[in-house]
């Protein structure tokens, strides 16, 4: 069972990034790597709801998707939820290829720090078929996407 993880410090609340999370034209502003866009497509965020998220490669054909060659199309599983701290999911890619099947289980955290949060996601059971350096970009780009969704949020209040 492959683990990646990544981790950033944010300059905004527990509270304003677990927020990032509740809201699906949130989501969609800034799950996406920088070389992608998002659509939600489904979006029940409860402890036992689910969305379901197209994110769709900026260039056609510069991407190697999941779904099709030109976006990943995935469920996500709300599996637990504690405010302001912790997000369990649990991701199913929709692909017709083995090395995109199973269920990766991803967690969030969130610890208050002065000034900040510290982020942390930790993702278990990663499919083969996504390469460890895609994945671990595409979580740090999330982050650095999060960040300056909820930073610039903040400050806009």
């Known amino acids: 069972m ?3 993880s990544a981790s950033r410090f944010i300059s905004a609340s527990p509270k304003a990034i677990y927020q990032a999370f ?8 800034w799950i996406p790597p920088n070389n992608m866009t998002g659509k939600m497509l489904h979006f029940d965020f409860r402890e036992g709801g689910s969305y379901r998220i197209r994110l769709t490669y900026t260039e056609p054909g510069q991407g190697h ?3 099709s060659k030109d976006y990943d199309e995935v469920e996500v599983r709300i599996t637990k939820l504690e405010d302001e701290q ?3 999911q649990e991701i199913t890619f929709e692909s017709e290829e083995p090395a995109f099947t199973g269920i990766m289980r991803m967690i969030w955290t969130f610890q208050y720090e002065e000034n900040g ?3 942390s996601v930790r993702a278990e059971n990663v499919p083969e078929g ?3 350096k895609d994945h671990q970009t595409g979580l740090n780009s999330s ?3 999060l960040a300056i ?3 610039t949020e903040s400050s806009d209040r």
Do not use: H, Y
Not at 22 to 29: F, K, Q
């Open 143 to 145: 982050l650095e996407n």
């Open 117 to 119: 949060t510290l982020v």
């Open 2 to 4: 492959r683990i990646d």
């Open 22 to 29: 509740a809201e699906s034209d949130a989501i969609e502003r």
């Open 130 to 132: 996504i390469r460890p």
């Open 86 to 88: 912790r997000i369990e």
């Open 65 to 67: 998707g999941k779904t």
């Open 149 to 151: 969704f909820v930073e």
